[in-house]
């Protein structure tokens, strides 16, 4: 998709990503952001009702809570009222251990809400081995809560080469307790750069991903499988980049980025607490030339309409640049397969 | 001539923009860009705004797009079902 309403610039994103702390009382393996203990100089309560009030005056309909945990900010409910006041809808990335009854109770009283449940196998050996020990059980039993409240709930999983084949029954899994399943795909970011030769997908099971996704409608892959992304889902809109367009990255410090995978000190558009954040949406010159990027090492290829050269993050993490072009995107692991 | 009833899905939200309406639907995601320029205001949706008065306000030709537009996001699921005229 290219979209001339989109290349002509939204006055605000469509979504916002929030990294609302980096503490985690996981250390998954595979982490983006290395999360662990908070950062800092993390973003206090007055900041962070200040930053939902602006998010609320510029138009964003969603913000997509991550981290770290974000359920270990103290104030994160606080936090996602503010949201739900102003009507604005939000979606929770967690690990799923400080999720209870009475919890999942209240947050289900909002009816603005949806939450992701971490889980990156299909039993307790696979996932643990990725997320730490107990986390299977957790997130089975977190996932068991939700699924019995009206929260739209979703198993989220990271592609890896440790789990590429299980996909299917994560898939089946998900069905089971009446929740979907959402692919993320994983980058060399955080403590996932560390470990990304161990846990990369190969391209064979890439290739593989790709088929099956195309045979399964009903499952999600939200910001990053359109570089992999085959003929039969273009449908669902999943074949553009929209960081700095559709959407943003703000982190717990209050710096804002493309996107949650590009929260390097090169890619900060600007700081809530230098300006605000209408202002960094408008006039960064980063974010503008997030707009006006063009993959041209990608146009002479077949699929360059359908993926427009695919996820700049991994180009940048894999290759140091941003327009060379997604080293993992479909042609490539056509060839990278044969080969 | 009956009070037309537009009311937006709950998982939807509409906002302006320089082209016109920028319509969310949080249950894909998906969007939905309705090049109306300053047709119409996000509260014809929201109930903020009369929606007789507007189309009273509207010639002929801009009242069609307008019709076109709802009979499209309902379609599309993004508003209820409602009575024009």
């Known amino acids: 998709m290219s979209n001339r309403f989109v290349d002509q610039g939204l006055r605000a994103p469509v979504n916002v990503t929030w990294e609302v702390t980096l503490a985690c009382n996981l250390r998954c393996r595979h982490c983006l952001s290395s999360s662990g203990v908070a950062a800092a100089n993390e973003l206090t309560t007055a900041e962070a009702l200040d930053l939902v009030e602006q998010f609320s005056q510029a138009g964003v309909f969603q913000i997509n809570f991550g981290g770290g945990e974000p359920f270990m900010r103290p104030d994160f409910l606080q936090i996602l009222d503010a949201c739900h006041d102003r009507g604005i809808m939000t979606c929770i990335s967690t690990n799923g251990t400080l999720l209870n009854r009475p919890l999942v109770e209240r947050l289900a009283k909002s009816r603005l809400v949806a939450?992701?449940?971490?889980?990156?196998?299909?039993?307790?050996?696979?996932?643990?081995?990725?997320?730490?020990?107990?986390?299977?059980?957790?997130?089975?039993?977190?996932?068991?809560?939700?699924?019995?409240?009206?929260?739209?709930?979703?198993?989220?999983?990271?592609?890896?080469?440790?789990?590429?084949?299980?996909?299917?029954?994560?898939?089946?899994?998900?069905?089971?307790?009446?929740?979907?399943?959402?692919?993320?795909?994983?980058?060399?970011s955080g403590r996932g750069a560390e470990n990304w030769e161990e846990l990369r997908p190969t391209p064979r099971q890439l290739l593989d991903f790709s088929t099956w996704l195309a045979e399964s409608g009903d499952v999600r892959t939200g910001d990053s499988f359109f570089s992999l992304t085959s003929q039969e889902r273009q449908g669902l809109g999943l074949n553009l980049c929209g960081a700095a367009k559709l959407t943003c990255c703000v982190g717990p410090e209050g710096g804002f980025y493309p996107c949650a995978f590009l929260q390097q000190e090169d890619f900060l558009a600007g700081s809530l607490r230098e300006q605000s954040f209408q202002q960094i949406w408008d006039e960064s010159p980063l974010y503008a030339s997030f707009r006006r990027l063009r993959i041209h090492s990608c146009e002479e290829c077949q699929r360059f309409d359908q993926c427009h050269g695919g996820c700049p993050a991994v180009a940048w993490h894999l290759k140091g640049r941003i327009d060379g072009g997604d080293p993992e995107c479909l042609e490539n692991c056509v060839t990278m397969a044969e080969a | 001539m009956n009070e037309p009833k537009v009311s937006l899905q709950r998982a939807c939200?509409?906002?302006?923009?320089?082209?016109?309406?920028?319509?969310?639907?949080?249950?894909?995601?998906?969007?939905?860009?309705?090049?109306?320029?300053?047709?119409?205001?996000?509260?014809?949706?929201?109930?903020e705004v009369s929606v007789d008065e507007t189309m009273d306000r509207l010639t002929e030709a801009e009242q069609r797009k307008v019709t076109g537009l709802l009979s499209n996001l309902v379609k599309k699921g993004f508003i209820r079902e409602q009575q024009i005229c």
């Open chain 1, 115 to 188: 939450i992701q449940v971490s889980m990156d196998g299909v039993d307790r050996k696979s996932c643990d081995a990725l997320r730490g020990d107990g986390t299977y059980e957790t997130a089975l039993r977190a996932v068991d809560i939700l699924a019995k409240s009206p929260i739209p709930t979703s198993i989220n999983t990271v592609l890896t080469a440790a789990n590429a084949a299980d996909i299917p029954e994560l898939h089946n899994l998900a069905r089971s307790l009446g929740v979907s399943l959402r692919v993320s795909r994983f980058r060399p």
């Open chain 2, 13 to 47: 939200r509409v906002r302006k923009e320089r082209f016109g309406l920028l319509f969310y639907d949080s249950r894909g995601p998906r969007l939905l860009f309705a090049e109306t320029g300053d047709l119409l205001e996000p509260g014809f949706f929201t109930g």
